[in-house]
């Protein structure tokens, strides 16, 4: 009888051990996901923002030739 009893308590404490496990993983894979929208939704914004950003050109600073010109400023 005891013998019985032990191994239903095994595999009761296996059950639970699978089941901690499995939801870890699952912990872990939804922790990974949030990490990546959150860089997503920044890369996002940043690109809003260089959209949004009107530059004039004659405010400028260059620090060197162009690539298109000739080397004359």
Do not use: F, W
Request: aromatic share 0%; no cysteine; proline share 4%.
């Amino acid at each position: 009888m005891e013998d019985k009893t032990a191994k239903e308590l095994i595999a009761q404490l296996k059950r639970i051990a699978d089941a901690l496990e499995k939801s870890n993983k699952a912990t872990e894979a939804s922790e990974k996901r949030r990490i990546v929208i959150e860089k997503l939704q920044e890369k996002n914004l940043k690109a809003d923002l260089r959209e949004k950003i009107i530059v004039n050109p004659e405010k400028v600073i260059h620090t060197g030739p162009r690539p298109e010109s000739n080397g004359s400023l």
